[in-house]
């Protein structure tokens, strides 16, 4: 309603009245009393618990949740604050509006949490107070530590995982993917077997789990199986060790492979010749003269198995000395080919013949004329194979190349760290693995896989590369050490968190 001009107009003004106990104004309340005086007559913080003792377990870093429930926060966090908050007793009585961590000495034992309730007092009126509760931290190991500290060797549940190959790649690739999602980490001890990797838990719900991780990551097979260690008549109560066998699939990747008659037959004739070019949950297999290609599953491939005719360990290096594109570039699985014709000649052939190779491969896209590359020596190869020789009438290809070599543009780089590193289980070795896996043969597979990550930037999407410290970048070495040699983009490298590190730069900008 506008107001006419010249119209008397009466001002709003606000009552206040005199507090019933100092006599001072203040807005009026249903109580009559000011705030200081309602503070010193009614105190809504008064049943609240100000002494909390909580139970930590310094091993594995877990908080008890009565009755025997471990809960594994950290320091300041979203769940101990939870914890705690839970933890005090008649807050259900109040009205809890904020809450928060107040900083105390981390070697103090004590934790102390600010807590701002609301409630209900004299006539309606509704009062605010602030209160601190204080948690002194006890350590008491959890059952499954004890356990362990008793005794080291007293596993519940076992995982043997094993892969019957002649090297030790996808262990190396299964590791980085373990280490990323960080599937051990309820293990107790890990140990390194000639044919493969043992995982020992202390319960069994934790070997399952784990079983069911490398199920969703490779193609294995597994069973379990038991063991009685003790039985109580009285109670009825049974003790079992249980071990779970879990074998990973013997097809790896950049094999070559002959399909048996029956499993080409139900994949539309495919092959029989295929390349595998990836191994995750599904196994990828490309016909490397045809582009054709499928996928099989865990329950596909073990329902028929079947090995390879030639693992990586048999490549031989070539030079391309032409190449000719005769189709147009394809995408599968997320990685391209391109149909081409090529003549390849053996590096070691260079100064002693002048035997050259037609073959047709599926790496247009990368080879030019002067690369070398690697490939499978299948006229000079000894190839034995059962399934093989169920195709009658079935001319072997000379050569079947697998992908580009950069060995020789690696040879500048030889002996120099790199910029990025990986991190790596804490795995004991057995004394019968020591013998049969030397050092120097475990150092050269090593040493492959971190090539193929670096060439290979579908492989390393599911790995955590880490800066390497180490690594002092030179501007000569950058100009004159392999310029086309495949390296790993800086933007993908992660930092190398140390919390004593961070400690240390914290307290650096505190002073």
Request: with cysteine; proline share 4%; glycine share 4%.
């Amino acid at each position: 309603m506008s107001e006419e001009p010249g119209m008397f107009v009466v001002q709003q003004t606000v009552g206040s009245v005199l507090c019933c106990k100092c006599g001072i104004p203040m807005a009026p309340n249903a109580a009559n009393m000011c705030v200081k005086c309602l503070r010193s007559e009614v105190d809504i913080t008064e049943g609240l618990q100000k002494h909390v003792i909580i139970i930590h377990c310094p091993e594995c870093d877990t908080y008890l949740q009565p009755p025997r429930t471990w809960i594994k926060a950290q320091l300041e966090s979203k769940e101990l604050l939870t914890f705690c908050v839970k933890r005090v007793k008649n807050l259900n009585k109040v009205k809890l509006v904020d809450a928060g961590f107040i900083w105390t000495e981390p070697h103090s034992k004590r934790l102390k949490v600010k807590l701002k309730v609301q409630k209900e007092v004299l006539n309606g009126a509704v009062l605010e107070q602030t209160c601190t509760v204080e948690y002194v931290v006890q350590d008491q190991m959890c059952e499954s530590c004890t356990r362990v500290q008793a005794n080291p060797d007293q596993w519940v549940a076992a995982v043997q995982l094993r892969q019957h190959v002649s090297h030790r790649r996808t262990f190396f690739f299964l590791e980085q993917l373990i280490l990323k999602h960080d599937a051990a980490a309820r293990s107790i001890r890990i140990t390194q077997t000639d044919q493969g990797i043992d995982f020992f838990f202390a319960n069994r719900s934790h070997g399952v789990k784990f079983v069911e991780f490398l199920g969703k990551v490779a193609p294995v097979k597994s069973r379990s199986d038991k063991q009685l260690v003790s039985h109580d008549i009285k109670s009825n109560n049974y003790n079992y060790k249980h071990t779970f066998s879990v074998e990973l699939c013997p097809i790896c990747r950049e094999d070559l492979i002959c399909l048996p008659p029956k499993v080409s037959a139900s994949l539309g004739h495919l092959g029989p010749l295929v390349v595998c070019t990836k191994v995750s949950n599904n196994i990828v297999l490309l016909d490397p003269f045809t582009l054709r290609h499928c996928f099989l599953d865990a329950d596909q491939y073990w329902r028929s198995a079947f090995k390879s005719l030639l693992s990586s360990r048999q490549l031989v290096e070539y030079i391309v000395l032409d190449i000719e594109s005769c189709a147009s570039e394809v995408t599968i699985g997320g990685s391209k080919y391109l149909l081409a014709d090529a003549q390849v000649a053996r590096l070691s052939d260079f100064g002693k013949n002048d035997t050259i190779f037609f073959v047709k491969t599926h790496l247009g896209h990368l080879l030019s004329p002067g690369d070398n590359a690697l490939g499978y020596d299948l006229h000079a190869a000894n190839t034995n194979d059962m399934e093989l020789n169920k195709y009658k009438g079935f001319v072997l290809p000379d050569v079947v190349l697998i992908k580009k070599s950069y060995e020789e543009k690696r040879m500048k780089k030889r002996g120099k760290p790199r910029a990025w590193k990986l991190k790596s289980l804490g795995m004991e070795i057995e004394d019968s693995a020591k013998g049969k896996y030397d050092e120097e043969k475990m150092d050269a597979e090593y040493e492959q896989f971190l090539r193929d990550l670096e060439e290979n930037p579908e492989l390393r999407f599911n790995v955590s590369l880490y800066h390497n410290k180490e690594y002092q970048p030179s501007e000569m070495a950058s100009v004159t050490d392999g310029e086309d040699a495949p390296t790993v983009p800086l933007d993908e490298l992660l930092g190398d968190l140390n919390l004593s590190e961070a400690g240390t730069v914290y307290d650096d900008m505190k002073e």
